[in-house]
């Protein structure tokens, strides 16, 4: 009681002395949190501080009668009793507020609770997909985004996101590839970077930056055949120079939460793995935020064949360095009579809550609990017309041209009449994609709005459903496999014009958690509509909607022009109709892989040479007998409506020190346009094999129509060496290739001595 009062006269001292200021900031700096941190922890009882250890799902609309019964009246009566730190999936002005309002009024201490929420690619304003953005390799429009996302989220009382996730992944077949950066380390390190300071911004405690997660440690990428929540087994190589490195970049960059894993590593479940939490994110890494569980990985830890019950799942996770407990109910119910049993210290579960309450403090929710609940601000902010134009941005930047045979592209708006055809072309609802958790249904751009805007010549015709009835996140899909009774119309309309636009892929829903699929080329019906507008018209351009690569073989055969346009979220119709119609040169490049057909995943650019890399006319060697190993498009890959050369590859090794490379790109085409220049390198032979290349370097630019440009890039011991088997890093001397061009596959090569 002693706490509240002093906040609070406290905080309405301030409140009088500021108010034309706005909120309060107190609290601000290192010592004065620590401090405050411990003067509250002292005066907590053991059950409020597991408490703020406890996590829970919105169990009630705050503003009807509270629960009375079953699960959330428990809830409701843990809420009052302080037992509560966090909620989730609450959002909305006066939601959060009443909410806190319970916390901060209704409990003896008055620790206010932080909110978390998947604002995975915006809140209410949708950029594309994570995979999308990840195309644009322009980590300030990345950024760009997340500040946006975090401006919505915390208008709408939001604290905390639930992302960046930042799983490496090489397979396909995992709907979750989604939600990522595809399959480079350094790469992904970067984007997820970007992302964490779009959500935190320069200052925690202003009113429009949140805290940030980085998810999910560790491995979740490596689900064995991409099947979500699978096993996960892989070596200290590739644990250390693949699937850590965005986590050490992370928290490199003070991203304040963490987020474990569903999966076992190597045994042992990530969210009971010590060595991971303690010894490497903690100690080594030197962590100072707080893990969260994924939803219910706790519990979860019984299925695996871990915990015998619930309370030995407290234990567990408490001792192995999990702070909060996501719906698991384990802490809440166990953990106070753990420590008096004493299996679990209570030195742990303070340095849990600390780390807690230290977040909390930071962001100012002890200045002002209800900073993030501005209804005014709420209504201001949401669908802003700035946040469109970022994400239209974000959008162009976001797609891939992978095929323009012809040049049948860019369109012209005096083309005389235009085909549209297929589903996802008037579907302004899948191009939000999978995690649109806290936006509104149907409410993206379509292709077909889209177009309209420029061009009256247009007609459309739906070929055929993607999928038929409900659609929603936990819902699964009901795929159309035999309807075609709209291809005669669709095929009608390809017949009569003079050029076809196809809009096929996957729904919204066909990627994200829960949605691995072993069938990776188009969905249901579509490949035949393809097939037969095809017949009638080849002049097919085929824009793509997907959440994940696909494997279209017959598509890169036979259609002239493919575009990648993901799901592109609210302005997805914009953005596609200005790169058909070229007002923007698309400049995107694939962050993972395509393959050639399934089989072939997991399937990635960075991967060892093995001891027979080739094998002339014989069957003894690393290969498919029925399939190339070659991915369809690779890593890296992009094109555009202008063409770039490269010349002039130079090498100046300064031994010990550095390796500057420099190299001269031209457009030589006639059209302004922006490249991507990749420079990968390969350590020819090491302590430990070695990729066959790996980026570590790339720099996005426009050039005019002949224009040449000199690039610098420098390779330091930071680039060169990698991590041995033992975690340590490692820069070795000896012979290294490297090559610089504009994807995976294509660039100028040399070789130098370190
Ligand atoms: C889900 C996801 C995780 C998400 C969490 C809260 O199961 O695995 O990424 O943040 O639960 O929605």
């Known amino acids: 009681m002693i706490l509240k009062t002093n906040v609070l006269l406290l905080m309405a001292f301030l409140l009088l002395a500021c108010s034309e200021q706005g909120p309060p900031k107190v609290f601000t700096d290192d010592a004065n949190v620590a401090a405050q941190v411990e003067d509250l922890l002292a005066q907590m009882t053991l059950e409020e501080k597991v408490g703020q250890m406890n996590q829970y799902n919105g169990f009630y609309d705050v503003t009807g009668p509270a629960p009375s019964e079953g699960d959330a009246k428990n809830k409701y009566e843990h809420l009052k009793k302080g037992w509560v730190g966090s909620m989730l999936n609450v959002s909305g002005a006066a939601q959060v507020r009443e909410m806190q309002r319970i916390a901060v009024e209704e409990t003896r201490l008055g620790i206010p609770l932080i909110f978390g929420l998947d604002v995975i690619h915006g809140h209410k304003t949708?950029?594309?997909?994570?995979?999308?953005?990840?195309?644009?390799?322009?980590?300030?429009?990345?950024?760009?985004?997340?500040?946006?996302?975090?401006?919505?989220?915390?208008?709408?009382?939001?604290?905390?996101?639930?992302?960046?996730?930042?799983?490496?992944?090489?397979?396909?077949?995992?709907?979750?590839?989604?939600?990522?950066?595809?399959?480079?380390?350094?790469?992904?390190?970067?984007?997820?970077?970007?992302?964490?300071?779009?959500?935190?911004?320069?200052?925690?405690?202003?009113?429009?930056?949140?805290?940030?997660?980085?998810?999910?440690?560790?491995?979740?990428?490596?689900?064995?055949?991409?099947?979500?929540?699978?096993?996960?087994?892989?070596?200290?190589?590739?644990?250390?120079?693949?699937?850590?490195?965005?986590?050490?970049?992370?928290?490199?960059?003070?991203?304040?939460?963490?987020?474990?894993?569903?999966?076992?590593?190597?045994?042992?479940?990530?969210?009971?793995?010590?060595?991971?939490?303690?010894?490497?994110?903690k100690q080594k890494w030197g962590f100072k935020g707080y893990v969260i569980s994924d939803w219910g990985s706790g519990f979860e830890m019984i299925a695996h064949g871990y915990a015998k019950d619930l309370e030995q799942v407290a234990e567990l996770s408490a001792n192995a360095g999990s702070d909060m407990d996501m719906e698991s109910y384990a802490y809440v119910k166990h953990l106070a009579d753990l420590v008096r049993a004493g299996k679990v210290e209570e030195a742990k579960i303070d340095e849990a809550v600390r780390r807690i309450l230290t977040v909390k403090?930071?962001?100012?929710?002890?200045?002002?609990?209800?900073?993030?609940?501005?209804?005014?601000?709420e209504k201001e902010l949401i669908y802003h017309d700035d946040h469109k134009a970022a994400v239209l941005d974000m959008a162009r930047k976001s797609i891939v041209l992978l095929k323009n045979e012809g040049e049948l592209l860019p369109l012209s708006k005096s083309q005389k009449r235009i085909a549209l055809i297929g589903a996802l072309a008037d579907d302004n609802n899948s191009p939000l994609g999978s995690w649109r958790i806290g936006s509104d249904d149907n409410t993206a751009v379509s292709v077909r709005d889209g177009l309209k805007a420029y061009s009256a010549q247009v007609e459309y015709a739906k070929g055929a459903d993607v999928v038929t009835g409900e659609t929603a996140f936990a819902v699964p899909l009901n795929i159309n496999n035999n309807d075609r009774s709209g291809f005669a119309e669709a095929v009608r309309l390809a017949r009569k014009s003079e050029v076809v636009v196809m809009v096929l892929g996957e729904h919204g829903f066909h990627s994200g958690e829960g949605r691995s699929r072993v069938n990776i080329g188009l969905p249901g019906v579509q490949q035949d509509l393809l097939e037969a507008v095809y017949k009638v018209n080849k002049n097919i351009v085929l824009v793509l909607m997907n959440g994940r690569p696909l494997a279209l073989p017959w598509a890169d055969k036979h259609i002239p022009a493919i575009v990648e346009a993901w799901q592109l979220g609210t302005m997805t119709g914009h953005a596609v109709a200005d790169v058909l119609f070229g007002a923007y040169n698309p400049s995107g490049k694939l962050t993972m892989s395509f393959p050639r057909h399934v089989g072939q995943c997991p399937i990635y650019y960075n991967h060892y040479n093995t001891g027979r890399p080739t094998g002339g006319n014989g069957v003894f060697w690393s290969h498919y007998t029925d399939e190339s190993n070659d991915p369809l498009y690779?890593?890296?890959?992009?094109?555009?409506?202008?063409?770039?050369?490269?010349?002039?590859?130079?090498?100046?090794?300064?031994?010990?020190?550095?390796?500057?490379?420099?190299?001269?790109v031209t457009n030589s085409g006639e059209r302004a346009g922006e490249e991507v220049t990749q420079l990968y390198l390969h350590d020819k032979v090491a302590s430990v094999a070695r990729p066959v290349k790996e980026l570590k370097g790339f720099k996005k630019y426009r050039l005019e129509p002949g224009e040449t440009k000199t690039l610098t890039f420098e390779l330091t011991p930071t680039e060169l060496g990698f991590y041995d088997n033992e975690g340590e890093f490692i820069v070795e001397p000896g012979a290294f290739s490297l090559m610089v061009g504009t994807n995976s596959q294509e660039g100028l090569w040399a070789d130098f001595n370190w």
């Open 126 to 281: 949708l950029a594309p997909i994570p995979l999308a953005e990840s195309a644009s390799w322009d980590l300030e429009a990345i950024e760009k985004s997340a500040r946006v996302a975090a401006i919505e989220a915390s208008a709408r009382g939001i604290n905390w996101t639930f992302a960046p996730m930042v799983d490496i992944s090489r397979d396909a077949r995992w709907g979750r590839v989604m939600e990522g950066a595809g399959e480079d380390p350094y790469l992904g390190a970067q984007i997820g970077v970007a992302r964490i300071k779009g959500f935190q911004g320069d200052d925690l405690s202003a009113h429009n930056t949140i805290a940030a997660c980085a998810k999910h440690f560790a491995g979740y990428g490596f689900a064995e055949a991409g099947r979500d929540y699978n096993t996960v087994d892989v070596g200290t190589s590739t644990l250390y120079n693949v699937i850590f490195p965005p986590f050490k970049a992370a928290v490199e960059h003070d991203v304040k939460t963490v987020m474990n894993a569903f999966n076992i590593l190597n045994g042992i479940p990530a969210t009971a793995n010590a060595w991971l939490q303690r010894d490497i994110l």
């Open 634 to 664: 690779p890593f890296g890959y992009g094109l555009s409506y202008t063409t770039f050369s490269y010349d002039k590859l130079q090498v100046q090794v300064e031994p010990g020190n550095k390796v500057t490379v420099s190299v001269e």
């Open 361 to 377: 403090f930071e962001l100012g929710l002890f200045d002002d609990p209800y900073r993030y609940c501005d209804a005014q601000r």
